[in-house]
């Protein structure tokens, strides 16, 4: 089966054919239907993030299970999914606690690159290939743990499905499960791609009075009105703190998030948030870098700094609520899609996210 493959960082995918073990106890192989393509992948290739290659990347995506191996309990071949790449263990203190997205067996998985046993499904040549999140979407058919398939309803489009694997639990949980944003605050993010679109309608769907979406390609700015945004701001000609807080009386807003990854936009977010508000940070930036926020705004100004992995999601109760928030008409879906690729023109869509062209560009298998 084919599958692209990230051999050396900084350089292209390689489409190739790969071989896939069948799925082992309690694993699931699942016919991939669509897979988004997120700025997480791309910081894979950049080497922000640094794992094992040769890897297939991708971590959005939905598909049919295909096969089930031994003891698999919550899905059955034909059922849909939604592949999730924090699969709790269920058992460690974290997901004791309610909080399977800070999940301690989840977090090694995502830095080993392979299935929690430390061995991969994916092989060429006879060589191991690694699998992004234990998942690693870019692939024909993949194998992952029982816990990262979610079973969802049958009547979404896979590739609308797709996007709830990521960018959607991540922007609109960042917003509704992080913040708990209020009906009638005022909400900033910096970054309109894939996530800071759902943080948007994520902010619309709680009620935010004011939405301000910041970014540097107008049009995408103009497209985030459709998702509620009620002020733009273009971060490349406009200062953006002190746009903010021309928009809000020279306050800042309730709650502010951003959605790229950058020390420097991460800062700006703190900035822009008013006394006793909430700055959240939801894009991820590499593991060596640092933040850099006024020591003495800590006590004086009174704000809270916080961080939101995967929208602090639960995937098993949370993807087909929001599946059944689309089906309902309350989240959008379609108009994040901005591009459908071929896996062979994947790098077409890794070329226009650098470029920042698409919201979402997905690959249709
Ligand atoms: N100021 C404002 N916006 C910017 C700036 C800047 N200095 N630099 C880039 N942007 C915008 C881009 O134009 C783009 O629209 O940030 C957006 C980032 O969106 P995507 O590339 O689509 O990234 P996305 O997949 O949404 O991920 C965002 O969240 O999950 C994490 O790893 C992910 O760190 C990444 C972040
Ligand atoms: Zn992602
Ligand atoms: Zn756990």
Same mark, same amino acid.
């Given at each position: 089966?084919?599958?692209?493959?990230?051999?050396?960082?900084?350089?292209?995918?390689?489409?190739?054919?790969?071989?896939?073990?069948?799925?082992?106890?309690?694993?699931?192989?699942?016919?991939?239907?669509?897979? !988004?393509?997120?700025?997480?992948?791309?910081?894979?290739?950049?080497?922000?993030?640094?794992?094992?290659?040769?890897?297939?990347?991708?971590?959005? !995506?939905?598909?049919?299970?295909?096969?089930?191996?031994?003891?698999?309990?919550?899905? $059955?071949?034909?059922?849909?999914?939604?592949?999730?790449?924090?699969?709790?263990?269920?058992?460690?203190?974290?997901?004791?606690?309610? *909080?399977?997205?800070?999940?301690?067996?989840?977090?090694?998985?995502?830095?080993?690159?392979?299935?929690?046993?430390?061995?991969?499904?994916?092989?060429?040549?006879?060589?191991?290939?690694?699998?992004? &999140?234990?998942?690693?979407?870019?692939?024909?058919?993949?194998?992952?743990?029982? *816990?990262?398939?979610?079973?969802?309803?049958?009547?979404?489009?896979?590739?609308?499905?797709?996007?709830?694997?990521?960018?959607?639990?991540?922007?609109?949980?960042?917003?509704?499960?992080?913040?708990?944003?209020?009906? !009638?605050?005022?909400?900033?993010?910096?970054?309109?791609?894939?996530?800071?679109?759902?943080?948007?309608?994520?902010?619309?769907?709680?009620?935010?009075?004011?939405?301000?979406?910041?970014?540097?390609?107008?049009?995408?700015?103009?497209?985030?009105? $459709?998702?509620?945004?009620?002020?733009?701001?273009?971060?490349?000609?406009?200062?953006?703190?002190?746009?903010?807080?021309?928009?809000?009386?020279?306050?800042?807003?309730?709650?502010?998030?951003?959605?790229?990854?950058? =020390?420097?936009?991460?800062?700006?977010?703190?900035?822009?948030?008013?006394?006793?508000?909430?700055?959240?940070?939801?894009?991820?930036?590499?593991?060596?870098?640092?933040?850099?926020?006024?020591?003495?705004?800590?006590?004086?100004?009174?704000?809270?700094?916080?961080?939101?992995?995967?929208?602090? !999601?639960?995937?098993?109760?949370?993807? =087909?609520?929001?599946?059944?928030?689309?089906?309902?008409?309350?989240?959008?879906?379609? =108009?994040?899609?901005?591009?459908?690729?071929? &896996?062979?023109?994947?790098?077409?869509?890794?070329?226009?996210?650098?470029?920042?062209?698409?919201?979402?560009?997905?690959?249709?298998?």
């Amino acid at each position: 089966m084919k599958a692209a493959v990230l051999h050396h960082y900084g350089e292209q995918l390689r489409i190739e054919h790969v071989e896939l073990e069948p799925p082992r106890k309690g694993e699931v192989r699942v016919k991939m239907k669509a897979a !988004g393509i997120c700025h997480s992948d791309l910081h894979v290739v950049n080497a922000h993030l640094p794992l094992p290659v040769p890897i297939v990347l991708g971590h959005e !995506g939905a598909g049919v299970v295909d096969a089930v191996g031994e003891g698999v309990m919550s899905v $059955k071949a034909g059922d849909h999914v939604v592949l999730n790449w924090v699969p709790s263990c269920g058992t460690c203190y974290y997901c004791q606690i309610g *909080r399977p997205d800070m999940c301690d067996e989840a977090a090694k998985l995502t830095a080993m690159g392979t299935m929690p046993d430390g061995t991969t499904r994916f092989s060429l040549g006879g060589k191991p290939v690694y699998q992004f &999140l234990s998942i690693g979407t870019f692939s024909e058919y993949t194998v992952v743990p029982e *816990r990262a398939a979610i079973p969802i309803r049958a009547d979404v489009p896979f590739e609308l499905a797709a996007l709830v694997g990521c960018s959607v639990m991540t922007g609109v949980g960042a917003v509704i499960k992080t913040a708990k944003v209020e009906p !009638g605050s005022t909400v900033a993010v910096i970054g309109a791609g894939g996530v800071g679109f759902n943080v948007i309608q994520g902010a619309a769907l709680s009620g935010a009075k004011q939405i301000i979406a910041i970014d540097i390609v107008p049009e995408k700015l103009a497209m985030t009105k $459709k998702f509620g945004a009620t002020h733009t701001i273009n971060a490349g000609e406009e200062d953006v703190v002190s746009a903010v807080l021309d928009l809000t009386d020279g306050h800042g807003v309730d709650y502010a998030f951003e959605a790229i990854g950058r =020390p420097e936009t991460m800062a700006e977010a703190y900035n822009i948030t008013r006394k006793t508000g909430t700055t959240v940070i939801v894009g991820i930036a590499a593991p060596n870098e640092n933040v850099a926020v006024n020591a003495f705004s800590l006590p004086s100004q009174s704000k809270t700094l916080t961080g939101s992995w995967l929208g602090q !999601g639960n995937p098993p109760v949370d993807y =087909p609520k929001l599946l059944d928030l689309y089906a309902a008409g309350k989240l959008q879906l379609e =108009p994040l899609v901005s591009q459908i690729y071929s &896996l062979d023109q994947i790098n077409e869509g890794f070329e226009a996210l650098k470029a920042g062209k698409n919201i979402r560009g997905v690959i249709r298998f």
